[in-house]
């Protein structure tokens, strides 16, 4: 079982404390398209307007996004603010996954078990080495306007697809190798629509997971849920289904009612895939009972 997440755009460039578990990993996708990714950052930001439509940010954060792609090695070596992306990965989600808290065993769990569908580096591992950077899987214009013939002026979605079907295939072979023919990567899906759009679901089996708040899907706190189901299946060592159901993070009950956990297929098509449930009421959440 994989879960994958989204990246963040918020980054914590802290320097990573030396009794942090395990050894760093390099991302290992596809240097060339990481490569081609960084020249074409680095292209559009000698020219502002375009730098700042392209990430959609102010001034003062274009500045900033430039200086990130402008001081980046085309060839991926670590520079002074490079850190394993599970620990520079700062937003809503990583909040509620809190790696900081997670005993060695629970990191090295996650590196089996975690994988982040990213715009840079396509399919990364918890700690694989990144450098702080300024991008969205949906930012447009990256290689231009689309217009031409090159299969580049796709969003970037599409660009890495190829990619992070042959790290899947890959992954999938190395548990061939272990566990026999019949074994199949079962990939939660934890990402947002925007970056599970670079998956193709028919190399795996796929499960979908909804988060409700009162009964409502919040984005907010459905993001926070995303990193908490990751925390806990770290915690718990999670590998199946069944245990994963057992999720009750900050107040969230699994409803089998509203879920469809079998059967699996192949079909591309992620609205066709399993999907998990889970809701608690407005006075289960932490923040609502801090409130009082």
Same mark, same amino acid.
């Given at each position: 079982?994989?879960?994958?997440? @989204?990246?963040?755009?918020?980054?914590?460039?802290?320097?990573?404390?030396?009794?942090?578990?395990?050894?760093?990993?390099?991302?290992?996708?596809?240097?060339?398209?990481?490569?081609?990714?960084?020249?074409?950052?680095?292209?559009?930001?000698?020219?502002?307007?375009?730098?700042?439509?392209?990430?959609?940010? @102010?001034?003062?954060?274009?500045?900033?996004?430039?200086?990130?792609?402008?001081?980046?090695?085309?060839?991926?070596?670590?520079?002074?603010?490079?850190?394993?992306?599970?620990?520079?990965?700062?937003?809503?989600?990583?909040?509620?996954?809190?790696?900081?808290?997670?005993?060695?065993?629970?990191?090295?769990?996650?590196?089996?078990?975690?994988?982040?569908? =990213?715009?840079?580096?396509?399919?990364?591992?918890?700690? =694989?080495?990144?450098?702080?950077?300024?991008?969205?899987?949906?930012?447009?214009?990256?290689?231009?306007?689309?217009?031409?013939?090159?299969?580049?002026?796709?969003?970037?979605?599409?660009?890495?697809?190829? #990619?992070?079907?042959?790290?899947?295939?890959?992954?999938?072979?190395?548990?061939?190798?272990?566990?026999? @023919?019949?074994?199949?990567?079962?990939?939660?899906?934890?990402?947002?629509?925007?970056?599970?759009?670079?998956?193709?679901?028919?190399?795996?089996?796929?499960?979908?997971?909804?988060?409700?708040? #009162?009964?409502?899907?919040?984005?907010?706190?459905?993001?926070?849920?995303?990193?908490?189901?990751?925390?806990?299946?770290?915690?718990?060592?999670?590998?199946?289904?069944? =245990?994963?159901?057992?999720?009750?993070?900050?107040?969230?009950?699994?409803?089998?009612?509203?879920?469809?956990?079998?059967?699996?297929?192949?079909?591309?098509?992620?609205?066709?895939?399993?999907?998990?449930?889970? =809701?608690?009421?407005?006075?289960?959440?932490?923040?609502?009972?801090?409130?009082?």
């Amino acid at each position: 079982m994989v879960a994958i997440l @989204s990246p963040a755009k918020t980054l914590n460039l802290d320097v990573l404390e030396k009794d942090k578990p395990i050894c760093w990993t390099k991302p290992s996708c596809d240097a060339d398209k990481r490569r081609q990714v960084v020249q074409a950052m680095q292209k559009n930001a000698q020219t502002p307007a375009t730098f700042r439509k392209i990430l959609n940010v @102010s001034a003062a954060l274009a500045e900033t996004a430039k200086q990130y792609w402008m001081d980046m090695d085309l060839n991926g070596r670590k520079n002074h603010r490079s850190k394993p992306c599970i620990y520079a990965f700062d937003g809503v989600a990583y909040k509620g996954l809190d790696i900081q808290m997670l005993s060695k065993s629970s990191v090295t769990f996650l590196q089996d078990h975690l994988r982040i569908v =990213d715009p840079l580096y396509g399919w990364l591992r918890p700690m =694989d080495a990144i450098e702080p950077y300024r991008l969205e899987m949906a930012s447009r214009g990256v290689f231009g306007d689309g217009k031409s013939k090159n299969e580049r002026g796709k969003g970037l979605a599409e660009f890495w697809k190829p #990619a992070i079907r042959t790290s899947i295939e890959r992954e999938q072979s190395e548990i061939e190798k272990t566990r026999g @023919s019949n074994s199949q990567i079962m990939i939660v899906n934890l990402a947002s629509d925007e970056y599970s759009g670079a998956v193709e679901w028919h190399t795996s089996q796929v499960v979908k997971v909804v988060f409700r708040h #009162a009964g409502r899907v919040v984005p907010v706190h459905a993001k926070r849920a995303r990193g908490l189901m990751v925390r806990y299946m770290a915690e718990h060592k999670i590998q199946t289904l069944d =245990d994963l159901t057992k999720f009750d993070l900050e107040g969230y009950i699994f409803q089998s009612g509203e879920s469809s956990p079998v059967p699996f297929n192949t079909s591309s098509d992620i609205d066709s895939s399993p999907v998990l449930v889970f =809701d608690r009421s407005v006075e289960s959440a932490p923040a609502s009972k801090k409130k009082k």
